[in-house]
């Protein structure tokens, strides 16, 4: 009534042996594959650096241009006009190129274009001068190149009264 069917066991045994061979074949070439691929991307780039440099660099830019406007502003009368504070500012700046002509802080430079009579305010209690500054930092590798430009807008005002 009841057959019992009997299987090959080594038929059953080398189908899981080729299973097992093969799971660790892949598992092994996976691994490998991985370290290859981890070893070319592991890159360490140091942009915070980048940022402090412009940070520091924006630091001193408005140290240098609160300088220059106090010592333009300190003998600076309202009845005079906007082009006497525009010249003496750019006289207080001569102090600050170097031999070559160039500033110190490149930051500088950009503020030299901007001193025209529409940036100044003038009224009788006050002398407001704006100004859009940008300043960078650097981060160069051999491979790579990070710059880190901030621009800002700066309001220098010296109350008369």
């Known amino acids: 009534m009841f057959k019992l069917n009997y299987r090959n066991k080594r038929a059953v045994s080398g189908s899981i042996g080729i299973l097992v061979v093969v799971t660790l074949l892949l598992t092994v070439l996976s691994i490998f594959s991985f370290l290859k691929e981890n070893s070319n991307i592991n890159k360490e780039m140091l942009v915070s650096d980048s940022v402090d440099l412009a940070y520091f660099e924006k630091i001193q830019l408005d140290y240098i241009l609160e300088d220059i406007f106090n010592k333009a502003a300190a003998g600076f009368n309202v009845a005079q006009g906007k082009e006497v504070f525009i010249n ?23 503020v030299e274009g901007q001193l025209v009579e529409s940036n100044v305010e003038v009224s009788e209690d006050s002398l407001v001068l704006n100004l859009e500054l940008e300043v960078q930092g650097h981060y160069v590798s051999e491979e790579d190149l990070v710059i880190v430009n901030y621009n800002y807008k700066k309001r220098l005002e010296k109350v008369f009264k």
């Not at 031999?99 to 802080?105: R, T």
């Open 88 to 110: 003496q500012f750019k006289s207080e700046m001569a102090d600050y190129k170097l031999v070559n002509g160039d500033y110190g802080l490149r930051g500088l430079k950009g």
